[in-house]
T-cell receptor
Framework: AQSVTQLDSQVPVFEEAPVELRCNYS??????LFWYVQYPNQGLQLLLK??????LVKGINGFEAEFNKSQTSFHLRKPSVHISDTAEYFC????????????FGKGTMLLVSP | DADVTQTPRNRITKTGKRIMLECSQT?????MYWYRQDPGLGLRLIYY???????NKGEISDGYSVSRQAQAKFSLSLESAIPNQTALYFC???????????FGPGTRLTVL
């Protein structure tokens, strides 16, 4: 079974500062990794995903994440955040099997202030 | 028009009542899911369906049931609602080609 740990429940940051949201996973097999974002009063939408290939993955809105197999991590980064990035961010994992489902972390609330 | 719709968007009900949450999609996906979101707990999978004839229990299926009426429709029922089922419920769809889940806007359910 897989599990996901998001180490920070809340990350406050000032506008235009860099940010990193941390995600660690546990799995005995290879994994697919995802970051989803939930803006206030909305459903989740995909930010980026790692399935295979390059370990540095670029997503929408200037976000990127790096898959580190030895550290079992998939941290999300943005070099300069905007007020509009205020949202909850979820890391998720699943096995490559076509019949597996996503396991989500508990989420990290990113609070961007002016 | 939204690709994944949920009705109702908000519902307040009383303990012991039966309630149905409905989900419809126009994305043509075979796979559909029901999740509940609680503050500090993230999203937890209730039930999922990989095609019309396939229904599977998720992590927290007790107290819930589902019906897959068609490729486009997947309903979640609470046979006898209880207060700890108060939560935000999301429906999602996915296809294997893009490996992306598409979420509805959510239904906020309050059980008094």
């Amino acid at each position: 079974a897989q599990s996901v740990t998001q180490l920070d429940s809340q990350v406050p940051v000032f506008e235009e500062a860099p940010v990193e949201l941390r995600c660690n996973y546990s799995s005995s097999v290879s994994v697919y990794l995802f970051w989803y974002v939930q803006y206030p009063n909305q459903g989740l939408q995909l930010l980026l995903k790692y399935l295979s290939g390059s370990t540095l993955v670029k997503g929408i809105n200037g976000f990127e994440a790096e898959f580190n197999k030895s550290q079992t991590s998939f941290h999300l980064r943005k070099p300069s955040v905007h007020i509009s990035d205020t949202a909850e961010y979820f890391c998720a994992v699943r096995s490559p099997s076509g019949y597996s489902t996503l396991t989500f972390g508990k989420g990290t609330m990113l609070l961007v202030s002016p | 028009d939204a690709d994944v719709t949920q009705t109702p968007r908000n519902r307040i009900t009383k303990t012991g009542k039966r309630i149905m949450l409905e989900c419809s999609q126009t994305k043509g996906h075979d796979r559909m899911y029901w999740y509940r979101q609680d503050p500090g707990l993230g999203l937890r999978l209730i039930y999922y369906s990989f095609d019309v004839k396939d229904i599977n229990k998720g992590e927290i299926s007790d107290g819930y049931s589902v019906s897959r009426q068609a490729q486009a429709k997947f309903s979640l029922s609470l046979e006898s609602a209880i207060p700890n089922q108060t939560a935000l419920y999301f429906c999602a769809t996915s296809d294997l080609m893009t490996d992306t889940q598409y979420f509805g806007p959510g239904t906020r359910l309050t059980v008094l």
